[in-house]
């Protein structure tokens, strides 16, 4: 069966708060232009999971009236706490003591999957096509190798690979300008980064897992809107990360907790510290007697302005988290996000009215230059390689970086972050075994019910979406070496090390447990392990998340 054409002008890959922005403001400058967007979640929000806590600097931009619109950002940022946690303790930073960039003024509480669907109400009122449930499984290219658009996954294939009956080829989406928005490690955007060589000449870009929690709390535990952050306790000193606990209107509490993946104890669970966190005493209050709504997980561009790689190239641009614009220690890349997929767009547009297509839009990277997203990502380009230092130490030399950039003092120096994520484990003998007690079921839960609360599902006959370069890796290198971390750095239960009644181990992959975090793809030692695209509508289902 051939595949089936659609013609577009911009076809945007992903819609996140970047890939929406940019259809929006696409649209905006000119409204003749022919846009596309396509979304792997079964609906627009379905997949977008972020704390969060949002600087509306962007969305000021693109959307000035979006109060008086009925956008869903309601909960002002009243009150900031900073603790740093013992096994039994808590200090309180003095506010006064944090970098003014640490400082929540003027943001907003926020889901940013609410946002997202809101933003997409936007788009399509604009006249912006969206394809929710269509995931971008290949990048099309044409005879001189630029890049034309992108095929959507076959559906109806089955696990062994063979047609069934409901058996539906891709689509073709072809288009002048293709912008990927994939969000963090997009499958398709990392093979543009190998492709096209993007990544030459800048830093590598490092991760952290992020969990979260959506929890109805008792009345008289909620603080709307109250922001707490802390570092210390569960992780050890070495191992970077730290919590967030935000107070939204209606009863909510989002708590979540972020380990970085340079952390080297191959028997940490990020999941397990995460539960243990809540076991707190600082923490614990505000969860007894209320109720866990959601759970996720997503992995978090943590590299800064060293790792961001060359934007553009022949007929596309990486804008939003596909090319990675967190501001690490604000927590905060939602409008980093959204203003790079704005600036794509004043560039995707200006070429379009000259009449060029599938060329480099250089106009996009020159403008980032020049914004407040390079001065966002600069002012803090040293804060994450100090945390080599370790948790305390490093947490002194990011706040004097903060602070010199805050009286004036522009550090003439850009600091590296060394080895890549998946290379920094260390062989399990050499490293302490961590026993984490059992979840008691009211605070502290396991992966799969915490995975049921995701609403994620797969169709269980298709290709399995995990990939190993190697099946033989698992077992015979990772296991013996690393104790087969798999099985602890995925927060969903997806890896396992079964073994037989002789004892032979086996490794399994459950991919319909999948969150879509993409951390096995990051983390892996051995970068054994590939995620691609599952078939479109597959994955979680985030409510409010």
């Given at each position: 069966?051939?595949?089936?054409?659609?013609?577009?002008?911009?076809?945007?890959?992903?819609?996140?708060?970047?890939?929406?922005?940019?259809?929006?403001?696409?649209?905006?400058?000119?409204?003749?232009?022919?846009?596309?967007?396509?979304?792997?979640?079964?609906?627009?929000?379905?997949?977008?999971?972020?704390?969060?806590?949002?600087?509306?600097?962007?969305?000021?931009?693109?959307?000035?009236?979006?109060?008086?619109?009925?956008?869903?950002?309601?909960?002002?940022?009243?009150?900031?706490?900073?603790?740093?946690?013992?096994?039994?303790?808590?200090?309180?930073?003095?506010?006064?003591?944090?970098?003014?960039?640490?400082?929540?003024?003027?943001?907003?509480?926020?889901?940013?999957?609410?946002?997202?669907?809101?933003?997409?109400?936007?788009?399509?009122?604009?006249?912006?096509?969206?394809?929710?449930?269509?995931?971008?499984?290949?990048?099309?290219?044409?005879?001189?190798?630029?890049?034309?658009?992108?095929?959507?996954?076959?559906?109806?294939?089955?696990?062994?690979?063979?047609?069934?009956?409901?058996?539906?080829?891709?689509?073709?989406?072809?288009?002048?300008?293709?912008?990927?928005?994939?969000?963090?490690?997009?499958?398709?955007?990392?093979?543009?980064?190998?492709?096209?060589?993007?990544?030459?000449?800048?830093?590598?870009?490092?991760?952290?897992?992020?969990?979260?929690?959506?929890?109805?709390?008792?009345?008289?535990?909620?603080?709307?809107?109250?922001?707490?952050?802390?570092?210390?306790?569960?992780?050890?000193?070495?191992?970077?990360?730290?919590?967030?606990?935000?107070?939204?209107?209606?009863?909510?509490?989002?708590?979540?907790?972020?380990?970085?993946?340079?952390?080297?104890?191959?028997?940490?669970?990020?999941?397990?510290?995460?539960?243990?966190?809540?076991?707190?005493?600082?923490?614990?209050?505000?969860?007894?007697?209320?109720?866990?709504?959601?759970?996720?997980?997503?992995?978090?561009?943590?590299?800064?302005?060293?790792?961001?790689?060359?934007?553009?190239?022949?007929?596309?641009?990486?804008?939003?988290?596909?090319?990675?614009?967190?501001?690490?220690?604000?927590?905060?890349?939602?409008?980093?996000?959204?203003?790079?997929?704005?600036?794509?767009?004043?560039a995707a547009a200006a070429a379009l009215a000259e009449g060029r297509s599938w060329d480099t839009l250089s106009a996009y990277p020159e403008a980032y230059r020049q914004s407040w997203v390079h001065e966002d990502l600069r002012k803090v380009r040293n804060v994450k390689p100090g945390l080599k230092l370790g948790m305390w130490l490093g947490t002194v030399w990011g706040g004097a970086?903060?602070?010199?950039?805050?009286?004036?003092?522009?550090?003439?120096?850009?600091?590296?972050?060394?080895?890549?994520?998946?290379?920094?484990?260390?062989?399990?003998?050499?490293?302490?075994?961590?026993?984490?007690?059992?979840?008691?079921?009211?605070?502290?839960?396991?992966?799969?019910?915490?995975?049921?609360?995701?609403?994620?599902?797969?169709?269980?006959?298709?290709?399995?979406?995990?990939?190993?370069?190697?099946?033989?890796?698992?077992?015979?290198?990772?296991?013996?070496?690393?104790?087969?971390?798999?099985?602890?750095?995925?927060?969903?239960?997806?890896?396992?090390?079964?073994?037989?009644?002789?004892?032979?181990?086996?490794?399994?992959?459950?991919?319909?447990?999948?969150?879509?975090?993409?951390?096995?793809?990051?983390?892996?030692?051995?970068?054994?392990?590939?995620?691609?695209?599952?078939?479109?509508?597959?994955?979680?289902?985030?409510?409010?998340?």
């Amino acid at each position: 069966m051939t595949r089936e054409v659609m013609e577009y002008d911009v076809v945007v890959v992903g819609a996140g708060p970047a890939g929406l922005s940019a259809a929006i403001r696409l649209k905006q400058i000119a409204p003749d232009v022919a846009v596309c967007v396509i979304e792997k979640g079964a609906e627009v929000g379905a997949h977008i999971l972020s704390g969060a806590v949002i600087d509306p600097i962007a969305l000021n931009e693109l959307i000035p009236d979006w109060k008086e619109k009925g956008a869903p950002v309601k909960t002002a940022v009243t009150q900031d706490e900073f603790l740093i946690l013992t096994e039994t303790g808590r200090f309180k930073i003095p506010n006064w003591s944090l970098p003014p960039l640490m400082h929540n003024d003027g943001n907003y509480i926020v889901s940013l999957g609410n946002l997202c669907r809101w933003l997409g109400e936007q788009a399509e009122a604009l006249g912006v096509e969206i394809y929710p449930g269509f995931a971008a499984a290949e990048v099309l290219y044409d005879d001189q190798g630029r890049v034309v658009g992108v095929a959507t996954g076959d559906m109806g294939i089955s696990r062994s690979g063979e047609q069934l009956a409901s058996y539906t080829p891709g689509v073709e989406l072809r288009a002048k300008y293709t912008l990927f928005a994939e969000g963090v490690r997009g499958s398709l955007s990392k093979q543009l980064e190998a492709r096209f060589n993007l990544r030459d000449g800048v830093e590598v870009q490092t991760y952290g897992i992020g969990l979260k929690e959506l929890w109805r709390v008792d009345p008289a535990q909620h603080r709307p809107g109250l922001v707490q952050h802390s570092q210390g306790w569960p992780l050890e000193s070495k191992t970077g990360g730290g919590s967030f606990l935000y107070h939204l209107e209606d009863g909510l509490v989002a708590v979540g907790f972020v380990v970085h993946l340079n952390y080297q104890n191959p028997h940490l669970s990020p999941f397990d510290e995460f539960q243990r966190f809540k076991t707190h005493p600082a923490v614990r209050g505000t969860f007894e007697g209320g109720t866990r709504i959601s759970y996720g997980a997503r992995a978090i561009n943590e590299g800064g302005l060293q790792s961001v790689p060359a934007l553009a190239f022949d007929g596309g641009a990486l804008i939003g988290c596909a090319a990675g614009f967190v501001n690490l220690p604000r927590i905060k890349g939602s409008h980093n996000a959204m203003k790079t997929g704005m600036l794509a767009a004043d560039a995707a547009a200006a070429a379009l009215a000259e009449g060029r297509s599938w060329d480099t839009l250089s106009a996009y990277p020159e403008a980032y230059r020049q914004s407040w997203v390079h001065e966002d990502l600069r002012k803090v380009r040293n804060v994450k390689p100090g945390l080599k230092l370790g948790m305390w130490l490093g947490t002194v030399w990011g706040g004097a970086m903060m602070w010199a950039e805050t009286i004036g003092l522009k550090m003439p120096f850009t600091l590296g972050h060394g080895a890549p994520d998946h290379a920094r484990l260390k062989p399990a003998a050499e490293t302490p075994v961590i026993a984490y007690p059992k979840p008691d079921g009211v605070i502290s839960f396991d992966k799969l019910s915490s995975v049921y609360l995701s609403g994620t599902n797969h169709e269980e006959d298709q290709p399995v979406h995990l990939r190993l370069a190697d099946p033989h890796v698992p077992i015979a290198h990772n296991l013996p070496f690393y104790d087969e971390p798999a099985q602890r750095y995925c927060p969903a239960g997806v890896y396992e090390v079964v073994r037989s009644e002789a004892g032979e181990p086996r490794f399994q992959i459950n991919a319909q447990n999948c969150v879509h975090c993409k951390t096995c793809d990051i983390k892996d030692p051995t970068q054994n392990i590939t995620w691609v695209v599952p078939q479109g509508g597959g994955g979680p289902t985030y409510p409010n998340m």
